[in-house]
């Protein structure tokens, strides 16, 4: 039942952008009264190969566009009229080109209807955000529930904290909110400083003038973190908790032979036997069990922790949720962009960092929670946004630089080469879709 779960999940929120993601496209094209011959959510052929296996599980016309859903759940699109793409060859476009014709009208409008499907993902992951703001609000955690200090990290240590060091003040003043410690006041400020209590007496710790630079040299940020008490939130599935029979509500008090009553010291016995077959020492109910973990070579074991800290909320009103939550909704773009860069620099694996259909649905989870259903549909949108921006061949990308040359240089590259071009990024994305979905398997079968 939980893999029907994880994959209704998935088909609905990957159904409602992709919907939303060639309405934008549909919107656009009819404003600029260009001519679509089809709407379809998932594709009626075998992608990407438009002449194969051809049909519908519904479909019906309305005009001049056929609107319908698809048998081949990997995306959907809209066939606009004298626009090369993976529905159309340079063959299909040999006549004159028409008034309500892609490819008769000016480079700029051109431009809009290639970015309105972006657009209204954007749009979309920023409301949802909103709205989730604005219902649930935002939980923070209050600075009087760090009762039992903070750990540091290799640089925290380094400017002089310690484990269990109870910061009481920062830049001289009490504070109420703990991410107040990582604001950059304190961090790129002149003279900024904490005061810790440290075995009863009180300890100004100074943070040094290049203090973000050497963050942003090493990563390590956060570079202190809550000492808390936690519990087994939500386990990915296939993975090492999962495997060992770790469960939800669990609480790990050792892992080979280590304390790990607090969440930073479970992280560093973990990073300690990463690949290595280890006992964990396992409080569940009243009972206490010895399981056996493989933990993976990231030093992870594959589940979300709750913290057994009590967490607090800040309400907003519905206009106050709109900057919070499309500061939240790029933040995604953020995250995606500083993944990217980890990869292409050679410090993270695509193969860790990348994830297809499978990754997809294991996120959303087995149990339908409408928070977490919206919160990764959210994402996903954004995600979306940035992956079909990215300049290749056959994404919405692809088309923008091909534009922007042709709006820049006063011509537009032949048809012959944007077929051409079309098929190079098939290939790309092609290659990825087949790396992604083997990645996910061999994932969930070691």
């Not at 008769?104 to 972006?118: H, T």
């Not at 903070?150 to 003040?169: A, C, M, S, Y």
Request: proline residues 5%; aromatic residues 12%; hydrophobic residues 45%.
């Amino acid at each position: 039942m939980e893999i029907v779960i994880m994959a209704g999940q998935m088909l609905l929120g990957l159904s409602i952008l992709v919907g939303l993601h060639e309405f934008g496209h549909f919107a656009a094209a009819k404003y600029f009264k260009i001519r679509v011959d089809k709407f379809y959510i998932f594709f009626d052929f075998l992608f990407p190969m438009p002449g194969v296996m051809n049909f519908a599980l519904l479909k019906k016309k309305i005009g001049e566009t056929e609107y319908g859903l698809g048998w081949f759940p990997l995306g959907g699109y809209v066939a606009i009229h004298g626009m090369i793409d993976e529905t159309t060859d340079a063959d299909q476009l040999s006549a004159e080109p028409q008034p309500n014709e892609f490819r008769s009208k000016p480079a700029w409008q051109r431009l809009i209807v290639m970015l309105g499907g972006i657009i209204m993902n954007v749009i979309t992951g920023i409301v949802i955000f909103s709205l989730l703001t604005f219902k649930y609000g935002e939980e923070y955690l209050p600075a009087s529930e760090v009762k039992y200090g903070v750990q540091p990290n290799e640089l925290g240590q380094k400017i002089g904290f310690r484990t269990g060091d109870k910061i009481v003040k920062i830049n001289g003043r009490p504070f109420t909110e703990f991410d107040d410690v990582y604001k950059p006041d304190v961090l790129i400020g002149q003279n900024g400083y904490y005061t810790v209590e440290r075995n009863g007496q009180l300890v100004d710790i100074r943070v040094p003038v290049d203090f973000m630079d050497q963050l942003s040299d090493k990563n390590q940020t956060p570079f202190v973190l809550p000492l808390n008490p936690f519990e087994v939130g939500q386990i990915s599935s296939g993975s090492p908790a999962a495997k060992a029979g770790v469960q939800v509500g669990d609480q790990i008090l050792k892992v080979g032979g280590q304390d790990t009553r607090f969440f930073p010291q479970l992280q560093a016995a973990l990073k300690a036997n990463a690949g290595k077959a280890t006992p964990l020492l396992v409080k569940r109910g009243a009972e206490t069990l010895t399981l056996t973990a493989t933990i993976d070579e990231d030093g992870k074991l594959g589940f979300m922790p709750k913290s057994l800290l009590r967490s607090a909320t800040r309400t907003y009103g519905l206009a106050e949720s709109v900057p919070v939550g499309t500061k939240k909704a790029f933040g995604v773009i953020t995250t995606q962009l500083t993944a990217f860069g980890k990869i292409f620099r050679g410090e993270a694996s695509a193969r860790k960092s990348l994830g297809g259909p499978m990754a997809i649905a294991q996120q959303y989870g087995g149990q339908w929670d409408w928070e977490h259903f919206w919160l990764l549909t959210g994402m996903l949108s954004m995600v979306l946004a940035f992956m079909n921006l990215l300049p290749i061949p056959a994404l919405d990308g692809g088309h923008v630089i091909f534009l922007l040359y042709e709006m820049i240089a006063g011509r537009k590259p032949s048809d012959s080469f944007l077929e051409n071009a079309q098929k190079v990024g098939m290939v790309l994305i092609l290659g990825l879709m087949v790396f992604v979905i083997f990645n996910d398997a061999i994932k969930a079968i070691f």
